[in-house]
Structure formats: C-alpha cells, structure tokens
C-alpha cells in the first residue's frame, strides 16, 4: 500500500514524520508533494520519495492525503482530480472547517463517480505516534474505514465521529495541545518562584503531566476520582485546587474550548 501527502507543512510535516516512524508504511512507499523546496529537502534525505508536483503525488497513491491550509483545498483537490481513479483511491483531507459537501462537488468529474472520502483532524502530537484523530467517513466501505483508522492508530488514537463535531474536536483535541503546553508553561514559572531551576521545573512538571495521563488511561478512571485520592483533608492540594478555582480555573477551560468554535 502507498500514500502521498501534499502539503508538507507544520501539520503536513507532523504527519509524514509519524507515518515514518510508524509500522505501517515503509518509507519509500510515502510520496511527499510540496511547492517549498526546503519542506522537501527534509524528507528527500530521509529517504522518501518527493515532488512539487501534486499531480504526480496523486496518481501514485493508493491513499491520497491533502494537508494543507482551507483556503487551498479547493485549488488542490480540483488540480489532482483529472488523475485519480476513484475506483482504487481513497482521498484523506486534512483542512479544518472544509466541508465534505464542498469536496464531493470539487470532485464531481460529471460521470455521478466520487472516490472514498474521509475527513481527518489529527493534531500536531502525530510526529511521535501521540495524535488524537478525529476522521468523519464518507462514501466509505467499513473495510475502508478499518484500513484509515488503522494507519491513524498506528499514530496515536482515533474516534469515527460525524461530522458536526469536527469543529468541537478540533477546539478539544487539536487546539488543546496548545492548552496543555500553555498549562506546562504556567506551572513551570511557578516552579521556578518555588525554587526549581528552569529546566529542572520543566522536568518535573512534564513527568507530572505524563503520570496524570497514563493514571487515567490505564485505570480507565474519572479525573476526580484520581483527584480525591491525593487531596487529603485540610491539605495543601485541596488548598491549591481551591485557589485555582477560585481565579477561575475550570470557567478559564471551558471558555477558552468554546472561543474556538
């Protein structure tokens, strides 16, 4: 099986590397297309197959992958339709906001033919297998959607969603990596004015986060029910906690995932 990405930008990029380090695809069976000679030289040394051709990155492809920004979509998708085989190809596009209505009608060649279509959300932890993935299937066979969502979770994890909530996961999912890091952040500074150095803060604060993370997966348990665990009566946790909520902490959260949508 081959795939192609066309657009090797940061979402694009974040993409080849995870099915590079992935087991599913070796790499000369990934073609990269790109207008930016430099984007392509980085994978060029790796080994992988590239062009600025996104017609010959097309035609090659058992898995088309479009990752590029929405405003190009259209441009793109209408170049590469004159040489896919909507018989043998599925069309993976990676472009937030872009409708599948929109793209049936950017592929309509006029014959009533349309290929398999998925849209994806990824986010930007797929370059280390750590993605969560959101895919909306269209005009797709189950067998289809098991080999899609089975080349996503060989990246990290992935939900079958409609696609009215595409929007809502990427606020959740793809914008909350940007979340998460500013609460690294926050909580490293605080660990420098309680006496840490910075690279020592940071240190503890990620492993914190990764514990928290693999205490909630593996245990398949409630966020709370791991937090009464530690908050002991009249403890500093409980104090800590209160202290956030009191400046808003949880209110912060929920707006700040709504202001996306």
Not at 28 to 49: M, Q, R, W, Y
Not at 68 to 94: F, G
Not at 206 to 225: C, F, R, Y
Request: aromatic letters at 4%.
């Amino acid at each position: 099986m081959k795939i192609s990405v066309i657009g090797a930008g940061a979402m694009g990029g974040a993409l080849i590397e995870g099915l590079l380090k992935g087991d599913i695809f070796k790499d000369e069976d990934i073609t990269v297309a790109d207008p930016c000679h430099e984007a392509l030289n980085v994978f060029s040394l790796k080994g992988v197959p590239v062009t600025s051709d996104n017609k010959v990155a097309a035609r090659c492809a058992d898995i088309v992958t479009v990752v590029v920004k929405p405003w190009l979509a259209q441009k793109v998708i209408t170049e590469i339709k004159s040489v896919m085989d909507y018989d043998r190809q599925m069309l993976v596009v990676i472009a937030a906001g872009v409708k599948s209505e929109d793209i049936n009608k950017w592929l309509d060649n006029g014959d009533g033919k349309l290929p398999s279509l998925f849209l994806a959300i990824p986010n930007i932890a797929i370059a280390v297998r750590n993605s969560m993935t959101f895919i909306v299937p269209v005009n797709a066979s189950t067998k289809q959607i098991e080999a899609v969502t089975g080349i996503f979770n060989d990246m990290g994890r992935t939900i079958v969603v409609e696609e009215r909530l595409l929007a809502a996961g990427t606020t959740l999912a793809s914008c909350g990596i940007a979340y998460a890091m500013r609460y690294i952040r926050a909580a490293v500074e605080g660990g420098v004015e309680l006496g840490f150095k910075a690279i020592d803060a940071q240190n503890i604060v990620q492993q914190t986060v990764k514990g928290a993370v693999e205490l909630l997966q593996q245990g398949n348990s409630h966020p709370e029910s791991e937090i009464d665990k530690v908050t002991t009566p009249g403890g500093v946790t409980i104090k800590g906690l209160n202290e956030m909520e009191h400046a808003g902490f949880t209110s912060a959260v929920i707006r700040g995932l709504k202001a996306g949508l």
